[in-house]
């Protein structure tokens, strides 16, 4: 557990000690208050702002940086939803 902590920097302190054990039940409570659709919505309206209200036009590399990260966290919400998705449908 410590490395875990030490891996998040110790930064969330709103994360429960039963979280840390097993962070199904909130990653499930996650899609109950953002379906899968409606967040990969607000991460793009999140990253074409990012755009749009960037001081400086973002180009090259730090354009490409983000577009790859949001890719990959549309690709980890998509894989948080099919997991807590299995994991329910196996403890029906």
């Known amino acids: ?11 969330p302190v709103d994360i429960s000690d039963e979280d840390l054990d097993n ?14 659709h409606e967040s990969r919505t607000k991460l793009w309206k999140l990253y074409e702002g990012w755009i749009h209200f960037a001081a400086e036009s973002p180009e090259g590399e730090e ?8 890719n ?3 690709e980890l ?4 939803y099919v997991f807590t998705t299995k994991k329910i449908e196996l403890n029906k």
């Open 72 to 74: 990959q966290l549309v």
């Open 77 to 80: 919400l998509n894989l948080c």
């Open 23 to 36: 962070p199904v039940p909130s990653i499930t409570y996650f899609f109950v208050n953002h379906p899968i």
């Open 63 to 70: 354009l490409t940086d983000m577009l790859f990260f949001y």
């Open 1 to 11: 557990m410590e490395e875990i902590l030490k891996a998040l920097n110790y930064q």
